[in-house]
């Protein structure tokens, strides 16, 4: 049990819909990043957020946005989806530091575009 | 460009077999490198990591060693039980905590 929290946990949406996926950070942690993991496939960065600024983005479009909370949980909003979307979409949690800590990952959301 | 390649899969092992999963890595400076572990229809678990050159992560017997020479975070076990089944990530960070994964290695160890 890591502590970082994702839901819903499994989701299904038609193409052109807008989804919203929400992490809660581990307890201490200011920093949150989002991956997006095809079947069959390594995670791909998305973007992060440190302390409520988004911190980096991957080669995601920009239908592809994010939030942070002053409580440091995050929202992943997708907007008109695609059925490429399909993907295991996992948050990770870590301290601020030197990029030497630890970052904890959520059990994902199962995202089904139709 | 900066990236991870891991060994592909599947692996079939017998239980009690030695376990090796090859991974290498591009990187301009000095990563940390990191294996995690995917159970099925769950989240990415922490396995091993290891932080500068020469260090060697461990943990349920898995080991690793971060070779700069050779740009190697190579995963082993000397003998894998059924309940090692899984997918093994390998992965470096770059800037603030952000990972490259590799694709992944499915592992199959039978009783």
């Known amino acids: 049990e890591t502590g970082v929290t994702q839901s819903p946990t499994h989701l299904i949406k038609t193409r052109g819909q807008q989804v919203t996926l929400r992490c809660s950070s581990q307890s201490g942690h200011n920093t949150v990043s989002w991956y997006q993991q095809a079947l069959g496939q390594g995670p791909q960065f998305i973007f992060q957020y440190y302390r409520e600024e988004e911190n980096g983005r991957g080669n995601f479009p920009p239908r592809f946005s994010g939030l942070q909370f002053p409580n440091y949980s995050s929202e992943l909003n997708v907007n008109a989806l695609e059925l490429d979307d399909s993907a295991l979409y996992l948050c990770?949690?870590?301290?601020?530091?030197?990029?030497?800590?630890?970052?904890?990952f959520g059990q994902g959301t199962r995202l089904t575009v139709v | 460009g900066d990236s991870v390649t891991q060994m592909e899969g599947p692996v079939t092992l017998s239980e009690e077999a030695f376990l090796t999963i090859n991974c290498t890595y591009t990187?301009?400076?000095?990563?940390?490198l990191f294996w995690y572990v995917q159970y099925p229809g769950e989240g990415l678990q922490l396995l091993l990591k290891a932080t500068k050159a020469d260090d060697k992560g461990s943990n349920k017997g898995f080991e690793a060693t971060y070779r700069k020479e050779t740009t190697s975070f190579h995963l082993e076990k000397g003998s894998v039980q059924v309940s090692d089944s899984a997918v093994y990530f390998c992965a470096r960070t770059y800037n603030f905590n952000k990972f490259y994964f590799g694709s992944g290695t499915k592992l199959n160890v039978k009783p």
């Open positions: 990770a949690s870590s301290r601020d530091g030197t990029g030497n800590t630890e970052a904890f």
């Open positions: 990187a301009t400076g000095y990563p940390s």
